[in-house]
């Protein structure tokens, strides 16, 4: 089976724009979490979706946002990016809730200048 | 917010040896997992131990539990250079919504040939 992929992998934007990532699935599986990590903060929980509906959020404020298509395909966004949003996101996916083992693809690296 | 920490932050060996890292976490889990991290990548699956196993064995890989005092740690013995990476532990979010892992900040080894 073909792994998780995130697209892009690597993104470069300024301050106050907004920024659309994607992630894929390993296929049949229907849960998707996003991590956010960076060097000062490490790897921190942003949302969890599963069935196309958002289960689990983490504290981040509103300008981080997500969704899962019908084919548990998932994006997030992130709007009126801060140069502190300058970090490696994380999708990672698994069969089900509650499988605590997870998947994870290879990040895509944002940089906001 | 961070449920495990791993001891030490870093740590430099040569081929060959064996390599300890320990883990410390904060709340009661289901399960603790282990992760490894190349460079600027995705991170890798090691492996997971629920709550109700004491040791956990894969490959050259050595993981023990004790819950008394919150604690873990991973043993790779006969490392070698392709084990150059960071680990992270992660906890679940126990008593929680299901979906969330919580990363420690990792420890970065260095295996040197």
């Known amino acids: 089976k073909a792994g998780v992929t995130q697209t892009p992998r690597y993104l470069i934007k300024t301050r106050g724009q907004q920024v659309t990532l994607s992630c894929s699935p390993i296929?049949?599986?229907?849960?998707v979490s996003w991590y956010q990590q960076t060097p000062g903060q490490g790897l921190q929980f942003l949302f969890e979706?599963?069935?196309?509906?958002?289960?689990n959020k983490g504290n981040f404020p509103g300008r981080f946002s997500g969704r899962q298509f019908s084919n548990s395909r998932s994006e997030m966004n992130v709007s009126t990016l801060e140069l502190g949003d300058s970090a490696l996101y994380l999708c990672?996916?698994?069969?089900?809730?509650?499988?605590?083992?997870?998947?994870f693809g290879p990040g895509t690296r944002l940089t906001v200048t | 917010s961070q449920q495990g920490e791993e001891d030490p932050q870093a740590l430099s060996i040569q081929e060959g040896e064996n390599a300890t890292m320990n883990c410390s976490y904060k709340?009661?889990?289901?399960?603790l997992q282990w992760y490894r991290q190349n460079s600027g990548r995705g991170l890798v699956h090691l492996i997971l131990?629920?709550?109700?196993?004491r040791e956990k064995h894969s490959g050259r890989l050595r993981v023990t539990l004790d819950t008394s005092k919150k604690s873990s740690s991973l043993l790779i013995t006969a490392s070698r250079a392709a084990d150059t990476a960071s680990y992270f532990c992660?906890?679940?979010?126990?008593?929680?919504?299901?979906?969330?892992?919580?990363f420690g900040k990792g420890t970065k080894l260095s295996v040197k040939p």
């Open positions: 709340t009661s889990i289901n399960n």
């Open positions: 131990i629920r709550s109700n196993e």
């Open positions: 296929s049949g599986h229907r849960s």
């Open positions: 979706y599963f069935s196309e509906t958002q289960r």
């Open positions: 990672a996916s698994s069969f089900h809730r509650g499988q605590y083992e997870q998947y």
């Open positions: 992660a906890t679940d979010n126990y008593g929680g919504s299901q979906g969330n892992l919580i």
